[in-house]
């Protein structure tokens, strides 16, 4: 299980990402394999999320990151449902992409500091879709100092999380 530490952690980064000022902590909704559910209140509309952790990196270097960590979210106050995201550590590379492959189909994200997102809802869609069906899902990123890394996270239970979700934050 994932321990209530990484739960505030990715809470936090949350709210840094969606650029809110207050929110309440985050509660967990169950875990799920590999994955965890959890939902706060912000300016009273439930926001859903479910994330997990890689569960195995690779890079040519060794590389000093903070937690990284790869997210469903649903924020009900924005009419947002399934906005992908991924924190990875450590500053990306400037202007550059981060490829997400699942299984055999491969998308892109943007960065943004440590951070990168789908460029459209239709991105979004599409690897929330190839997730459900998936086994595992691949992220690789360049850092600032130009250093790849791969970063593996299993896919096993990743449809019920979203079904939890999808359910709290409709």
């Known amino acids: 299980?994932?321990?209530k530490h990484r739960m505030i952690l990715v809470g936090l980064a949350l709210l840094?990402?969606?650029?809110?000022?207050?929110a309440d902590e985050p509660v967990s909704m169950g875990t799920?394999?590999?994955w965890e559910s959890?939902?706060?209140?912000?300016q009273g509309k439930p926001v859903c999320y479910v994330y997990s952790t890689p569960k195995k990196t690779e890079s040519l270097k060794k590389v000093k990151r903070d937690p990284v960590y790869f997210l469903v979210t649903n924020y009900t106050g924005r009419k947002v449902k399934g906005q992908v995201s991924t924190i990875i550590g450590y500053p990306f590379k400037e202007s550059s992409l981060v490829t997400v492959k699942i299984d055999n189909n491969?998308?892109?994200?943007?960065?943004?500091?440590?951070?990168?997102?789908?460029?459209?809802v239709?991105?979004?869609?599409?690897?929330?879709?190839?997730?459900?069906t998936g086994k595992f899902i691949s992220v690789t990123g360049t850092s600032w100092k130009?250093?790849?890394t791969t970063d593996t996270y299993s896919l096993a239970g990743i449809a019920?999380?979203?079904?939890?979700?999808?359910?709290a934050c409709k």
């Open 160 to 167: 019920k999380a979203l079904d939890k979700i999808d359910t």
């Open 16 to 22: 840094a990402q969606s650029g809110l000022a207050r």
């Open 122 to 132: 239709d991105v979004d869609a599409a690897i929330v879709k190839a997730m459900k």
């Open 106 to 120: 491969s998308f892109e994200l943007y960065t943004n500091g440590d951070a990168a997102w789908a460029s459209a």
């Open 1 to 3: 299980m994932i321990n």
């Open 146 to 148: 130009g250093t790849e």
């Open 32 to 34: 799920f394999d590999d």
């Open 38 to 42: 959890f939902t706060y209140q912000d």
